[in-house]
């Protein structure tokens, strides 16, 4: 998993819960990259989980609710660092619709490595998009999460729907409509 995601969640987690919870969740978790990202580098997912599990311990916020959170604060990092992949999008439906055939295709182009999961797109109609996400990663959370704020950031009013498609929570749909 790329860099940018975990120093992402450590950004979150100093401004929300302050620098110390931050030290106590890396003091608990023994990472093997010791806690020390950049954010070109890559590491492994399960860093994440745990430190993510160590949050939800301390905090006693459930996890979906941490990762969904997450999300959001990952989209305005993401918005800043690549404004130029997502500038020419006149709306959020568009946006979500080209994740796969564009945004995170041009995310493989310059992280060859990057583990991204894949979204199908359905257009039902110009108000209702139909995304399926899957991926071993089982971030369904997260991808709600900047599904959110993506639709926010274009001052799309929206309504999401998610139904997950099996047990695991590898496959998710989500149903977005532009109100
Ligand atoms: C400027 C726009 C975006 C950029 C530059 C971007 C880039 C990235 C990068 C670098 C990763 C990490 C890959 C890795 O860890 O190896 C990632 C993961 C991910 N992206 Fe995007 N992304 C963007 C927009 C979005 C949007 C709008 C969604 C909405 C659903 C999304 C969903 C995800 C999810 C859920 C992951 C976590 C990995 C997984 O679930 O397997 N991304 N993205």
Same mark, same amino acid.
């Given at each position: 998993?790329?860099?940018?995601? &975990?120093t992402? &969640?450590?950004? +979150? =987690?100093?401004? =929300?819960?302050?620098?110390?919870? +931050?030290? !106590?969740? /890396? !003091?608990?978790?023994? /990472? %093997?990259?010791?806690? @020390?990202?950049?954010? *070109?580098g890559t590491y492994e997912a399960e860093e994440m989980m745990l430190m993510v599990e160590i949050l939800h311990q301390?905090? %006693?916020?459930?996890?979906?609710? /941490? /990762?969904?959170? &997450?999300?959001?604060h990952l &989209? @305005?990092?993401?918005?800043?660092?690549?404004y130029s992949i997502i500038k020419d999008f006149p709306d959020g439906l568009s946006m979500l619709e080209s994740i796969e055939n564009h945004i995170h295709r041009? *995310? %493989? %182009?310059?992280?060859p490595d990057a583990m991204l999961p894949t979204f199908e797109a359905h257009r039902i109609s110009d108000k209702e998009l139909e995304l399926i996400y899957t991926s071993?990663?089982?971030l369904a959370d997260v991808a709600e999460g900047l599904i959110e704020a993506t639709m926010v950031h274009f001052h799309n009013y929206s309504s999401i729907k998610r139904k997950n498609l099996n047990e695991s929570g590898t496959q998710v749909k989500f149903k977005v409509c532009n109100a």
């Open positions: 998993m790329k860099g940018i995601i &975990f992402s &969640f450590i950004e +979150m =987690v100093e401004e =929300v819960f302050g620098i110390e919870t +931050m030290d !106590n969740i /890396l !003091n608990k978790a023994h /990472l %093997k990259s010791g806690g @020390s990202y950049t954010s *070109v301390e905090s %006693k916020i459930p996890i979906p609710m /941490l /990762l969904k959170a &997450f999300g959001k &989209f @305005s990092v993401l918005i800043s660092q690549y041009e *995310v %493989k %182009k310059l992280y071993d990663r089982k």
